[in-house]
T-cell receptor, first 114, second 113 residues
Framework: ETGVTQSPTHLIKTRGQQVTLRCSSQSGHNTVSWYQQALGQGPQFIFQYYREEENGRGNFPPRFSGLQFPNYSSELNVNALELDDSALYLC?????????????FGPGTRLTVT | AQSVTQLDSQVPVFEEAPVELRCNYSSSVSVYLFWYVQYPNQGLQLLLKYLSGSTLVKGINGFEAEFNKSQTSFHLRKPSVHISDTAEYFCAVTPTSGSRLTFGEGTQLTVNP
């Protein structure tokens, strides 16, 4: 069974640029959630995708957007990057129908905005 | 809305000593509770979860936690820690109607020889 994978591992961007982060969910999981973890803080919920539709959003501006594909993999896009977007971005997959409510996290993508 | 407060940002202990990491939560709806561990430069790994039933739940690596509904707490304990337990620990909740996790700020557990 393959776990959650994320790419790239590290990324450096300049303020104002755009970035795309990718996530492959664990086999059989149809739900993907994205979290932002700033240095020294707990993860903050960005949004969740279920069967290719956005299924809940946290307190993040519209320049944070996402996609989920038919194979349940997902992308997180951030436009007009700001310095405060520097963080570890975590993807988590789950299968709510199993009734376990457990989310399986990937290793994260470390984004640095200069 | 939910909120989670981890009462200690840093907990230093000696190897083989017991440890308790404290977590309180606030929610207007029923929630499920989780503890995750994060090792340096890694993602989050689930230690244990409370969904229903017995209020004492056992997890991996010898950790356990007790759910106290009246005190809205979910403290994590281990009777004897190892150097390898050094990591950041996060308490999290999700409403029973959904799967959006709300995390605390984390507790850095440092186990010294």
């Amino acid at each position: 069974e393959t776990g959650v994978t994320q790419s790239p591992t590290h990324l450096i961007k300049t303020r104002g640029q755009q970035v795309t982060l990718r996530c492959s969910s664990q086999s059989g999981h149809n739900t993907v959630s994205w979290y932002q973890q700033a240095l020294g803080q707990g993860p903050q919920f960005i949004f969740q995708y279920y069967r290719e539709e956005e299924n809940g959003r946290g307190n993040f501006p519209p320049r944070f957007s996402g996609l989920q594909f038919p194979n349940y993999s997902s992308e997180l896009n951030v436009n007009a990057l700001e310095l405060d977007d520097s963080a570890l971005y975590l993807c988590a997959s789950s299968f709510p129908g199993q009734g376990t409510y457990e989310q399986y996290f990937g290793p994260g993508t470390r984004l640095t905005v200069t | 809305a939910q909120s989670v407060t981890q009462l200690d940002s840093q907990v230093p202990v000696f190897e083989e000593a017991p440890v308790e990491l404290r977590c309180n939560y606030s929610s207007s709806v029923s929630v499920y509770l989780f503890w995750y561990v994060q090792y340096p430069n890694q993602g989050l790994q689930l230690l244990l979860k409370y969904l229903s039933g017995s209020t004492l739940v056992k997890g991996i690596n010898g950790f356990e936690a007790e759910f106290n509904k009246s005190q809205t707490s979910f403290h994590l304990r281990k009777p004897s820690v190892h150097i390898s337990d050094t990591a950041e620990y996060f308490c999290a909740v999700t409403p029973t109607s959904g799967s959006r996790l709300t995390f605390g700020e984390g507790t850095q557990l440092t186990v010294n020889p």
